[in-house]
């Protein structure tokens, strides 16, 4: 049983980080990329968007700038740091 739960947290911690790649990725390439509909792209939008799309509606933007992929790899990484 002990194994079963040890796995599922690996599991997790991995998702985890997985994601946070993902809006890494996504946020460094929509500095170059402007067409959201490509297979890369419109993968990473799908994966990364529920997680982004609400943090994007709580938080303004300012300036122009998207401060929800960073908000969202700090909330992502402390609950990483918090499983481990």
């Known amino acids: 049983m002990q194994t079963a739960i040890n796995y599922l947290h690996s599991f997790a911690q991995v998702l985890i980080y997985l994601f946070i790649f993902a809006i890494f990725v996504r946020a460094a390439a929509s500095w170059f990329v402007r067409d959201y509909h490509g297979t890369g792209m419109g993968f990473l939008v799908d994966v990364t968007e529920p997680i982004l799309g609400p943090l994007r509606r709580l938080i ?6 998207d401060f929800s992929p ?9 609950l990483g740091q918090f499983l481990s």
């Open 70 to 78: 960073m908000i969202a790899i700090a909330v992502l990484y402390v």
């Open 60 to 65: 303004p933007t300012g300036l122009g700038v």
